[in-house]
């Protein structure tokens, strides 16, 4: 591993991508997530990679969507309601099989909200966000150096399942700086004719990508196919992090920037003799459903905490379907509000 670098997590997403073998990037402008495009633009054309500021979201994911089909490793990155305009194209991309990496740096909504960041796109990421039966797999990263880490193995992980996958995180980890450590190695961006890519037929057969499928029971049968490795991506791709005390009688639930401030949360209490544990989805999609409900299984109390009005909390109670759901609480701010140390603390104290 090199040095430690001084970096924002948007820079890290960008740099990481690069040395993961990045071939092709196409994004758009917009705020917070503004310098992982500048620093995409800086530093492909250095190592003869292809950078384009699109046009506008929409062409940016449909570039995605025809680098990928070649076999190239593809990707782009928006804020919010950027992410909304890609979200046909990630449908598209996900009905032909296309792997791909969506970055999505979270600001407040909706509509064009503000700045700040945010966790409020979290139904859209792990719903599928567009139209059809599909999933992406969702990274949500709660460090610059966890932002790196996921996105280098993001396009092994997409390239495996052919799926797009997305990292999931919000504008203030976007900007803020943390050191982190990169691979040395940068990997060379390969076009190895895989038995799916279009690379022109001289020499083989005709290939064809599509998502139309228009003959009787064709797309319900595509569509079990998807289904059956979604499920094999729940079964080997699921990730989560559990911190403090094993069998807490307070269990602090978050993910991303929530999940620092959890933490800070979780040791002041156990300071203070609560005896408290944090459980840290590292996928929103697959959720750990099973994990976060053995951890929850003694807990007096289940805190919920994120910077919304109330999302990942669906996900906990489902998860917790089968034991006392009434033990669940939460702590919530919206618009680029973020909950603070106290009012956690607070929750997880007071009857």
Wanted: charged share 20%; net charge negative.
């Amino acid at each position: 591993m090199s040095e430690r670098i001084l970096t924002t997590g948007n820079e890290a997403a960008a740099e990481a991508a690069i040395r993961a073998g990045l071939h092709f990037y196409a994004g758009y402008p917009i705020t917070p997530q503004n310098e992982l495009t500048a620093y995409m633009a800086a530093h492909m054309p250095e190592h003869e990679r292809i950078f384009i500021q699109s046009e506008s979201e929409l062409s940016a994911i449909n570039m995605v969507f025809g680098a990928s089909a070649t076999g190239a490793r593809a990707m782009t990155s928006s804020s919010s309601p950027g992410i909304s305009l890609k979200q046909e194209g990630i449908s598209y991309m996900a009905g032909c099989g296309l792997p791909g990496v969506i970055i999505n740096v979270m600001r407040g909504g909706p509509g064009l909200g503000n700045i700040s960041g945010s966790q409020s796109d979290y139904f859209q990421a792990t719903r599928g966000g567009g139209h059809g039966d599909y999933r992406t797999i969702v990274y949500a990263p709660w460090s610059a150096q966890e932002i790196a880490d996921m996105v280098s193995s993001s396009f092994d992980v997409a390239e495996k399942y052919r799926i797009p996958v997305m990292i999931l995180f919000d504008g203030y980890l976007g900007q803020t700086m943390e050191p982190v450590k990169f691979s040395d190695a940068i990997d060379t961006p390969s076009l190895d004719n895989k038995d799916w890519t279009l690379t022109g037929c001289a020499g083989r057969k005709p290939r064809r990508l599509c998502s139309l499928m228009m003959e009787d029971g064709a797309l319900e049968s595509w569509n079990i196919e998807l289904e059956k490795q979604y499920q094999t991506i729940c079964e080997n791709e699921t990730r989560y992090e559990q911190l403090g005390a094993n069998d807490p009688d307070v269990l602090l639930v978050a993910f991303g920037f929530s999940a620092r401030q959890s933490a800070e949360a979780m040791d002041q209490l156990t300071d203070a003799e609560v005896k408290t544990g944090l459980f840290r989805p590292q996928t929103v999609w697959p959720f750990p459903s099973e994990a976060l409900a053995k951890a929850a299984e003694k807990a007096k109390k289940v805190v919920v905490v994120e910077m919304n009005l109330g999302q990942m909390i669906e996900d906990v109670r489902l998860a917790m379907a089968g034991s006392n759901v009434d033990k669940i609480r939460f702590v919530g701010r919206s618009g680029g509000g973020v909950p603070s140390v106290r009012e956690i603390m607070d929750a997880c104290t007071k009857e």
